[in-house]
């Protein structure tokens, strides 16, 4: 690690790996509570150390990375890879996916709007479907 490394910025980091497309992203992901250490929102100024692990939110996609090495430069993904350690949940990682896979809730033609019960129904089975967090 060099000298100039020793002080990193998070949005700078996070771009440099791969986690976000351009370091703005990064940067608004900051800004926008989505990249957190400790349950705890962090600027886009924040000082990467080794060691640390943060939580990052993109989209519907929830990573858990932890820092293993400093990156300034943005590299190919393989390279990156090495210089953090992915510990997102298992779930977690295809969780986001299998909602693509999910059946298509469709109501039979010419049957109407539905009734309240009609409704909670529909939500209760829409939350048994898509929000399995717990």
């Not at 771009?15 to 992203?25: G, N, P, Y």
């Not at 519907?60 to 190919?76: A, F, G, H, P, T």
Request: proline share 3%; with cysteine; hydrophobic share 35%.
């Amino acid at each position: 690690m060099t000298k100039e490394l020793e002080k990193l910025r998070i949005d700078k980091y996070l771009w440099a790996i791969r986690i976000f497309k351009t370091r703005s992203l990064a940067t608004e992901a900051c800004k926008a509570g989505r990249v957190k250490l400790n349950g705890q929102n962090i600027k886009p100024s924040y000082v990467v150390k080794v060691g640390e692990t943060y939580h990052i939110q993109k989209g519907i996609e929830k990573k858990v990375v932890k820092v293993l090495d400093l990156l300034d430069k943005r590299v190919d993904a393989k390279t990156a890879v090495t210089f953090y350690e992915d510990l997102t949940p298992v779930e977690e990682t295809y969780g986001y996916k299998s909602m693509f896979h999910a059946p298509v809730l469709k109501r039979d033609r010419g049957t109407g709007r539905p009734t309240k019960k009609d409704r909670r129904e529909i939500d209760d089975l829409k939350d048994e479907l898509f929000l399995n967090d717990d």
